[in-house]
């Protein structure tokens, strides 16, 4: 089946770094990706919807400059929370989509990024 | 708009037996999908199953079964002979004509042995 991988699956790092988490699809052609971000015991929250070598479409209240997107290729995505800080504490989920999705699984997910800000 | 309702944010069950998690949605196409997931405390999204708006039957894959009443607008799942490995987050998602999902806001599930 389709795997989508993601990394990394823990970062921990300092106040004011930046954080880039790689999302690649490693059997099919990810036309779509999407990034979400879930607090603990919550629900997953669409942070951005990007297309290959389109600009990513934001959800409103998510800050462009802070979480860049970029997706080059049609095998990877990537996430970069800029200038983090612990309030971007959070886990973050990419899912990817191919062009023509097959159901009953349009979307496959990435195992998820844990990123702890101190 | 889509939206997703699931209204238990725990449920508990005794090892062996079933359980049905809610799951009612709100949709204004005509032809959308439903999906369930299951989020163990790793963190990763596992697909259960998945019911089409047109499908004339409910879908069932395994222990699971998605019971669907689509003029109540609900697709409940039902996961018979709970084990404890079943102890997880579960999310109801939806997929219409913006061709992205939109979740519930989950059930914990305890399976108790």
């Known amino acids: 089946g389709a795997v989508v991988s993601q990394h990394p699956s823990w970062v921990i790092c300092k106040s004011g770094t930046s954080v880039k988490i790689e999302c690649r699809s490693l059997?099919?052609?990810?036309?779509?990706m999407f990034w979400y971000r879930q607090f603990p015991k919550q629900s997953l929250m669409l942070m951005a919807t990007?297309?290959?070598?389109?600009?990513?479409?934001?959800e409103q209240g998510v800050e462009k400059d802070k979480f860049l997107i970029n997706h080059a290729s049609l095998t990877l995505s990537t996430l970069t929370v800029t200038s983090a800080h612990p309030e971007d504490s959070s886990f973050y989920i990419c899912?990817?989509?191919?062009?023509?999705?097959?159901?009953?699984?349009?979307?496959?997910f990435g195992d998820g990024t844990r990123l702890s800000i101190l | 708009a889509q939206k997703i309702t699931q209204t238990q944010p725990g449920m508990f069950v005794q090892e062996k037996e079933a359980v049905t998690l809610d799951c009612t949605y709100d949709?204004?196409?005509?032809?959308?999908?439903l999906f369930w997931y299951k989020q163990p405390s790793s963190g990763e999204m596992i697909f259960l199953i998945y019911?089409?708006?047109?499908?004339?039957q409910n879908a069932t894959e395994g222990r699971y079964s998605l019971n669907f009443q689509k003029a109540r607008k609900s697709a409940n799942l039902v996961i018979s002979a709970s084990q404890l490995g079943d102890s997880a987050m579960y999310f109801c998602?939806?997929?219409?004509?913006?061709?992205?999902?939109?979740f519930g806001s989950g059930t914990q599930l305890t399976v108790l042995p």
């Open positions: 059997d099919f052609q990810a036309t779509t």
């Open positions: 899912s990817a989509r191919a062009q023509e999705p097959q159901f009953p699984q349009p979307q496959h």
């Open positions: 949709t204004s196409d005509p032809s959308y999908g």
């Open positions: 019911q089409g708006s047109y499908d004339q």
């Open positions: 998602a939806i997929l219409g004509s913006a061709r992205q999902l939109t």
């Open positions: 990007s297309n290959e070598g389109s600009k990513a479409t934001y």
